[in-house]
C-alpha cells in the first residue's frame, strides 16, 4: 500500500486537511467497508483527517439499500451488503475504486450537491483522456458513448452519509473483464449496457487515472465549496 499526504496549500485552502492514499494490489471490500466505518466515526469526531483512497477490489458484487434480489442474476462472487445508496453493482479488477470521506458539515449539507460534485470530477477527468463523459438525470452513474453512438455506462456512483460524514464514492472502468457484469443487472438498469476505457481503444494505467484525478481535486473541493456559497 502507498499513502500520500497532500499538504493543505496544496488545494488552496487553508481549512483543509485532506490525506490521499493509494492502494496497490487488490484490497478486500469487507476490510475496506470496515476501515471507512472507522475513518468516518473519527472524522466527525475530529480526531482523523478526511479522507480521499484510491484503489481496487478482487471480483465482488455489492448490494445497496435499494438492490433487488430478481437483479442478482448469477452471484459467482461474493455479494456484499454494504450500505449505501443504489442497487447491485460489480467491483473488481481492472476497475479503479475511489472512496471519498469528507465532512459534509464543514461545507453545506447537501447529499445531492456532493453526488453532483463527484459527478463533475469523473466526468472533467474523462474528458483529460478524450472520453466524453456524462449523468443523465433519471440514471444512476456515469455514461459515455461508443463509437456506434450507444450510451453506455462507465462509472458508478454510490454513496452514504453518516453524521454528515461521506462513505464509498465511485468506481470508474479502466479495463475490468466485463463478462462479470453480467452476473448482475448493473444499478437496476438492464437496457443500457457497460463498457470501459480499455474497450472504447483508451489504454489507461491505474497510476495515471489516479494522477489525472488528484490534477482536478482543487476543482473537485471548489465545486463543494461554491455550492456552500450558493445555499447560504
Not at 486537511?17 to 466527525?44: C, F, H, K, P, T
Not at 470501459?196 to 489525472?212: F, I, N, R, T
Request: glycine share 10%; with cysteine.
Amino acid at each position: 500500500m502507498t499513502d500520500m499526504k497532500l499538504a493543505d496549500n496544496s488545494f488552496e485552502s487553508p481549512s483543509v486537511e485532506l490525506e490521499i492514499r493509494r492502494s496497490n494490489g487488490l484490497v478486500d471490500y469487507r476490510a475496506a467497508m470496515a476501515e471507512q466505518e472507522v475513518r468516518n466515526a473519527a472524522i466527525s469526531a475530529g480526531e482523523a483527517e478526511e479522507l480521499i483512497w484510491m484503489l481496487e477490489h478482487p471480483p465482488v458484487y455489492t448490494a445497496g439499500t435499494s438492490a433487488d434480489i430478481t437483479e442478482l442474476v448469477d452471484p459467482r462472487f461474493d455479494v456484499v451488503e454494504t450500505g449505501r445508496g443504489g442497487r447491485y453493482t460489480y467491483h473488481g479488477p481492472g476497475q479503479r475504486v475511489t472512496y471519498a470521506l469528507l465532512n459534509l458539515a464543514k461545507r453545506n449539507k447537501d447529499v445531492r450537491g456532493f453526488v453532483h460534485a463527484l459527478e463533475g470530477w469523473v466526468i472533467a477527468t474523462l474528458g483529460d483522456f478524450g472520453v466524453e463523459g456524462f449523468a443523465v438525470p433519471d440514471r444512476i452513474g456515469i455514461w459515455t458513448r461508443d463509437a456506434s453512438g450507444a450510451e453506455l455506462k462507465i462509472g458508478a456512483i454510490g454513496v452514504r452519509v453518516r453524521r454528515w460524514v461521506t462513505m464509498h464514492g465511485f468506481a470508474v472502468n479502466l479495463s475490468p473483464d466485463l463478462s462479470h457484469f453480467t452476473g448482475i443487472v448493473p444499478c437496476g438498469i438492464a437496457e443500457y449496457g457497460v463498457t470501459s476505457m480499455a474497450a472504447l481503444g483508451k489504454a489507461v494505467a491505474p497510476e495515471d487515472w489516479d494522477e489525472a484525478l488528484l490534477a482536478r481535486v482543487p476543482d473537485f473541493l471548489h465545486a463543494l465549496e461554491h455550492q456552500k456559497r450558493t445555499h447560504v
